[in-house]
């Protein structure tokens, strides 16, 4: 466990506005006992001072690869041998571009080739340089070679665009890299519902609604860094995810739970996020239905099963954690759904709220177990998901 060592971390900061954060980021990992030293590109320093960097963590900043001086206080190869992990945040596009070349001509690119340090990134950068093709198939080879992204997360940056580039927040990357180290979770094996389902009316029509599966895909990521075997069933969303996780790609809810059921028996943990369609047409027709000259059709519905209620009675040994979406009386519905349902926790959004919930990359949601209620403020999705699984962890611990 992270307690009981005083890990070595090399913070590397590159040019981009998001490098003001990184002197949180830095305060977040001293805070908590880790000893951090610093490496400045000299872009960077466009944006930060290296005194400001020297102040926080208590070292001379290292800047450059060839100065006899700096290598006679600690040289490249003696920074990479010292460092237990390697964070580069913020990291622009041009520093993914020469990592992924291989690039050894400053210090970063030269620490990074000789360290057998873990890795992570936390990119910044303008939401087109972000989703550039060249970008992609740089981040698509560092992650092939075991560097671990952690966003960038949506949002407005400087340039006034409102999209994904934005570095992710100081705290959601120490959160993810001490989740990533623990792995409190190892060992378990977690099934995560997420998405909409999808009921077919006739062969062009079908009863669905907005999720869009974000939190799901979020939980199930969250998971895997926790060290656990994840199986992510999923309705059809336009999301992608680690392929570590096992996804499974479903239509309808009767689907969803022929998958859950047959991972079910040697599974630990079933977290529901999916929005299952409450109820489904009681026949598909086979041809499309036509138009006639009546104003009205009815199509009668008949209901789906409720997956992780039926789930949660029939394997009483494993946690369950629900989700659920309301418009008014949040705590009053979800304390009723968690006992209905038989879960252990429900998590709790306000969807009345516009800014978050169902399409946003944000959410504020409160936790009810039988005995405790917790509230997590707004926040991205992926670090709710990972203050959710350290919730799951937590429990996890009291159990045994
Ligand atoms: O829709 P509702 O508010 O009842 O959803 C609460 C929880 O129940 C969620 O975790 C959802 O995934 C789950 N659920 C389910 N099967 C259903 C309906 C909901 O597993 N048919």
Redesign the pocket.
Same mark, same amino acid.
């Given at each position: 466990m992270l307690d009981d060592k005083k890990l070595n971390l090399l913070l590397c900061i590159t040019g981009s506005i998001a490098a003001y954060k990184s002197v949180d980021l830095a305060r977040l990992f001293i805070k908590n006992n880790f000893d951090v030293r610093v490496v400045m590109t000299e872009a960077s320093k466009e944006f930060i001072t290296p005194l400001t960097l020297q102040a926080i963590s208590g070292h001379q900043v290292h800047e450059n690869l060839l100065d006899t001086e700096a290598e006679r206080a600690m040289g490249h190869i003696e920074l990479a041998k010292w460092a237990d992990l390697i964070v580069i945040a913020p990291c622009s596009a041009e520093t993914i571009s020469r990592l992924a070349q291989g690039r050894a001509d400053d210090l970063l690119g030269a620490i990074i080739l000789a360290s057998e340090a873990q890795k992570f990134i936390a990119p910044a950068m303008n939401m087109n340089m972000w989703s550039n093709q060249t970008t992609q198939q740089n981040v698509e080879y560092l992650s092939s070679i075991g560097m671990d992204f952690i966003g960038p997360s949506k949002g407005e940056q400087a340039c006034g665009d409102n999209c994904y580039g934005r570095m992710s927040e100081p705290v959601e990357i120490y959160e993810t890299i001490i989740l990533t180290q623990n792995k409190p979770l190892a060992g378990k094996k977690i099934i995560v519902?997420a998405g909409p389902t999808r009921e077919q009316i006739d062969p062009v029509r079908f009863i669905s609604n907005n999720s869009s599966g974000k939190m799901g895909f979020a939980m199930a990521e969250a998971a895997l860094r926790s060290g656990a075997e994840v199986i992510l069933i999923t309705g059809p969303v336009s999301l992608s995810c680690s392929p570590k996780i096992k996804r499974l790609d479903v239509q309808t &809810?009767d689907e969803m739970y022929r998958e859950a059921q047959s991972s079910m028996s040697d599974a630990d943990i079933f977290i529901?996020? &999916? &929005?299952? &369609? *409450?109820f489904k047409p009681a026949h598909e027709n086979i041809q499309k239905i036509k138009k006639t000259d009546k104003d009205r059709l009815n199509i009668q519905l008949q209901k789906?099963? *409720?997956?992780?209620?039926s789930l949660a009675r029939e394997y009483t040994d494993k946690r369950f954690m629900?989700?659920?979406?309301e418009t008014e009386s949040v705590e009053e519905h979800a304390k009723s759904?968690l006992i209905k349902?038989g879960l252990d926790f429900?998590v709790a959004n306000d969807v009345s709220k516009s800014d978050i919930g169902f399409d946003s990359d944000y959410n504020e949601v409160s936790v009810f177990t039988d005995n405790s209620h917790q509230f997590f403020q707004k926040a991205s999705k992926s670090l709710l998901a990972i203050q959710l699984v350290n919730l799951l962890s937590q429990d996890n611990q009291s159990l045994h």
């Open positions: 519902t &809810a529901g996020c &999916a &929005a299952v &369609a *409450d789906n099963i *409720d997956i992780i209620s629900g989700f659920c979406a759904k349902k429900i």
